[in-house]
RNA sequence: GGGCGAUUAGCUCAGUGGUAGAGCACCUCGUUCACACCGAGGGGGUCACUGGUUCGAACCCAGUAUCGCCCA
């Protein structure tokens, strides 16, 4: 079974197996929107999983007379890459610098990125570009090797021209129909990649933190007010102090004002239901901007914007205006340029110095919001970007999507909550645009006004046909390279888009929208989205989000969500743990078939342990599929489908046709439901009981012992059985499958119809439960013989088999094949009476062991 | 704090109203005759807990606990 997947995976390739019928018409394709893997990243063993459930339903689908429509696709697009770029060579973008066509990448990365080499924008892509096309060929040898039926003649990658023609034409239809807009507001802001982010790429870290009372005095006298914060040091932003409307401990407060401590800055009193009376001393500062709450009593009191931190993490290195001219801007000035860490210390000496801070910070662990990829807390800065409407401030848009959640058909169902959940909770639109170099630019430009300022409301954009554009290269239509950034003349947008805003489109990229309308019509919308639950809320709702606003409709119909893999001590296995196994090495030590085996195993839905035991049963099974085929075919099985259901006359043979009849029907119905386990489980435990009772029973008679009638029997029913079992497992184990299936078939297995009850002959009733009694009787006969502890190769003298009536009387009649079987002598045939409402007694029996000789 | 899921043999998991299952691991036996990357046989479980519905509950309902994930 070794070298299989060599000799196949090649052999696939050049005949076309898996090439998708493009003159096939809409009704007779089955699609599916791949996910597109980061190809900064590395696969692993969760990869693997998902994407062999993705595979046996395509082998299923294509066996059942689909034309599967299959590509791979790599997400090449983005901030991963470049991170990665960044480490790999050991270069950091400048876009100030110019080209520089000779540049080559330092021999080795220096350890410290401090000590990166500073390339041009246009260097920085090239080597993007290179790393990735490398990284892409590791990628597809893999998924190659695990078999994969993907036609690779339809690959794609997020950073192809057309893929940026694609999102550049997507995101133009969104601007012309006001869906995407572009406005100076409150932005998440990542200090680090200084780059925004979305609410889909944020999440809620418990971080070390500590109150500290400060106090405020009213401006018209009186005792301070004391508010607690874990930020101190935004009391130079500081603009209001707010308190619950209902709280009666300021109510007296409201509408008057207060001195900021240290900066003497005046800033009113106000009230708003969002405050806490519960949360520190009930009475908090406002300042632009600590959190996202602090954005929203800024929006709707109408607070003036005071922010003092810079996009780098820093406070701003000038002092600002409304601090200039009070008592506490030579504490700024020793502060401006500082980070935001070594700032709050020196403002928190300054209070403590002062005596407006009161008793010692109390120390709390408290939720904070980072970028996932990122290790600092979030600032917020107010900053220009682009946002697509999602629902997230519009009723209407959000139950419309809620809508396209409920027609879309989700396995495993209740992975729909999320869905829900998250729609229901998005409060913003959605944030396109990141302040990075490798991504696909906006296709836009702006006017400069006579001072050189962009005119931002009045966006100047390329004609579809043009695309993809690069506006920092390409001058604005209408204008030469020469107005570049003089007044009156032009300026590129400088931003990229979010990954997430190309790869919400790959069933567009892939389908060929507005490239090739024959292969669009075919194809889309598509039949599925197979995909992590992890990327719910991103991938997938964004997906959803792009076809709703583009075509009003769903982009596929159906979504299959695999589940996580657990290492052994039940956590989500991950490279920080070094627990995480490489896919080569795993598919070479137990074999392609072996790893989907386990994969396969798995529902949609469930969280699976990786488990090498579960490859190993795989690989056996995979062995055995192969010495059993071996076998079989050596009774003298003929070539090919021509094997004569009418041959079959054995009680014994038609039994195990009447049960792989069943089989195929519940195989058959697990797959249209996307229970590709229960297949692979129905399919696995017939083939046991096929190989250790039929086959065991019929070995002397298929040599002729009885004569050539139930030796024909014997053959046309191996034929037919293992036909028919061979196409079961090819979804599951296409190496093995292929290689048996070459054996004595013509074709590929993978390219065979999918079994049908019809294929197997008339189903005889009458001899239903036949093969299972005469194995019981197998059973207890072999147990004679292990309790003896002698061969089971041991005759047998008169054997008394004792029983229920029915199972007695089906067992009977394969007795012949029993007697051969068991090296019996004789059976007696018992029946025991069952007294009504008596529990039926088991199957037993009673032989001696022949003499020897 | 809210939501979703899980909890069945030492391990990994099936089992959705009618006598608790499979594989692995373990113990015993057996190798020229498809398969030692093997075959046969065997031991092993208060189905997390507490109530309820039912003639009958691993399964349905309510609650509790623990674990995982998502959201705030």
Not at 143 to 157: E, F, I, K, Q
Not at 190 to 209: I, K, P, S
Not at 359 to 378: A, C, M, Q, S
Not at 814 to 820: G, W
Request: one cysteine or more; charged letters at 25%; hydrophobic letters at 40%.
């Amino acid at each position: 079974m070794d070298g299989l997947e060599e000799r196949w995976a090649p052999a696939w390739q050049d005949a076309g197996t898996y090439a998708f019928d493009r003159s096939a018409q809409r009704a007779d394709v089955y699609s599916i929107d791949t996910p597109p893997p980061t190809v900064s990243g590395s696969l692993h063993v969760g990869h693997v999983f998902s994407y062999t459930h993705t595979d046996v339903v395509a082998r299923f689908q294509r066996m059942r007379g689909k034309s599967v429509f299959y590509p791979m696709g790599w997400d090449d697009n983005g901030l991963p890459t470049e991170r990665r770029v960044q480490n790999y060579y050991g270069v950091r973008c400048d876009p100030s610098l110019p080209y520089d066509p000779s540049f080559t990448p330092p021999e080795k990365a220096p350890k410290n990125d401090r000590d990166f080499v500073q390339v041009s924008r246009r260097t920085f892509v090239e080597l993007c570009d290179r790393l990735t096309a490398e990284d892409e060929q590791v990628f597809e040898s893999l998924w190659r090797r695990l078999g994969l039926s993907v036609d690779w003649s339809h690959t794609y990658s997020t950073i192809s021209e057309s893929s940026r023609a694609t999102a550049q034409r997507a995101f133009l239809r969104n601007l012309a129909r006001g869906e995407a807009y572009s406005q100076q507001a409150p932005t998440l802001w990542d200090t680090t990649f200084r780059t925004a982010v979305a609410q889909a790429e944020l999440e809620d870290r418990e971080t070390e933190g500590a109150y500290h009372r400060i106090g405020f005095t009213p401006t018209a006298g009186g005792e301070p007010v004391f508010i607690e914060t874990t930020r101190p040091v935004l009391l130079p932003a500081c603009v209001a102090l707010v308190a619950h409307p209902d709280d009666e401990r300021y109510r007296p407060l409201f509408g008057q004002t207060v001195r900021t401590p240290l900066f003497g800055v005046e800033v009113p009193v106000v009230a708003h239901p969002l405050a806490d009376p519960e949360k520190g001393s009930g009475i908090a500062m406002i300042c632009t901007f600590g959190d996202t709450t602090d954005v929203t009593w800024w929006r709707e009191l109408q607070l003036p914007n005071r922010t003092v931190i810079g996009r780098d993490g820093r406070l701003l290195r000038e002092t600002p205006q409304w601090l200039a001219d009070g008592p506490g801007a030579e504490l700024y000035a020793s502060i401006a340029g500082a980070t935001v860490f070594s700032a709050q210390k020196a403002v928190v000496e300054a209070l403590q110095a002062s005596g407006d801070m009161v008793g010692e910070p109390k120390r709390i662990t408290h939720p904070v919001k980072f970028y996932e990829k990122g290790d600092r807390p979030l600032e917020i800065v107010s900053t220009r970007q682009w946002y697509l409407r999602n629902g997230g401030r519009d009723v209407e848009l959000r139950s419309a999507l809620l809508e396209r959640g409920a027609e879309l058909a989700w396995h495993p169902e209740h992975m729909k909550h999320r869905y829900d959940h998250w729609v229901s909770g998005l409060n913003g639109d959605w944030l396109i645009s990141r302040q990075r170099f490798f991504g696909v630019p906006f296709p836009v430009w702006y006017r400069l006004d006579a001072d050189g300022e962009p005119v931002h409301d009045d966006p100047i954009v390329p004609d579809e046909a043009s695309l993809p554009v690069d506006p920092a290269a390409e001058p604005a239509p209408g204008f030469s390279e020469d107005q570049r950034g003089v007044p009156g003349g032009f300026a590129a947008d400088p931003d990229v888009m979010d990954t997430w805003a190309t790869s919400s489109l790959t069933p567009l990229l892939v389908s060929g929208w507005e490239r090739d309308p024959d292969l669009f019509s075919r194809v889309y919308p598509m039949d599925l989205r197979p995909q992590g639950q992890d990327i719910i809320r991103t991938w997938l709702f964004s997906t959803v989000v792009r076809a709703h606003l583009e075509f009003g409709g769903l982009p596929w119909s159906r979504t299959a969500l695999s589940g996580w893999i657990l290492d052994p001590d039940r956590k989500k296995m991950s490279k920080s743990k070094g627990n995480v196994v490489t896919p080569l090495a795993l598919l070479e030590e137990h074999g392609s078939d072996a790893v989907r085996y386990w994969a396969a195993s798995s529902r949609l839905g469930t969280d699976a342990t990786f488990d090498t035991g579960q490859m190993k049963i795989g690989r056996r099974l995979a062995m055995k599929l192969l010495n059993a085929s071996k076998f079989v075919l050596g009774l003298g099985v003929e070539r090919g489908d021509a094997a004569d259901p009418a041959a079959v006359t054995e009680a014994v043979d038609a039994s195990v046709l009447a049960d792989l009849a069943d089989v195929v029907r519940q195989a058959t119905e697990a797959f249209e439901r996307y229970d590709h386990a229960t297949a692979l489980d129905v399919t696995e435990r017939f083939f046991w009981t096929f190989c250790d009772d039929w086959v065991e029973l019929v070995k002397d008679r298929a040599y002729g012992v009885r004569g050539e009638g139930p030796a024909a029997s014997a053959r046309a029913t191996a034929a037919i059985a293992l036909r028919t079992l061979l196409r079961l497992f090819a979804p599951f184990l296409p190496y093995a499958a292929e290689e048996v299936w070459s054996w004595w078939q013509d074709g590929s297995v993978h390219r065979a119809s999918w079994p049908a009850v019809e294929d197997l002959g008339p189903v005889d009733e009458g001899a239903r439960g036949v093969l299972a009694a005469a194995g019981q009787v197998l059973t207890v006969l072999r147990k004679v013989k292990s309790e003896a502890k002698v061969s089971q190769k041991t005759p047998l003298s008169a054997a008394t088999v004792s029983g229920p009536a029915a199972v007695v009387a089906a067992a009977a009649r394969a007795e012949a094949d029993l007697l051969a079987t068991s090296r019996a002598a004789s059976i007696t045939w018992r029946e025991v009476a069952v007294a009504g409402g008596e529990q039926a007694p088991a199957l037993s029996a009673q032989a001696e062991i022949a003499p020897a000789g």
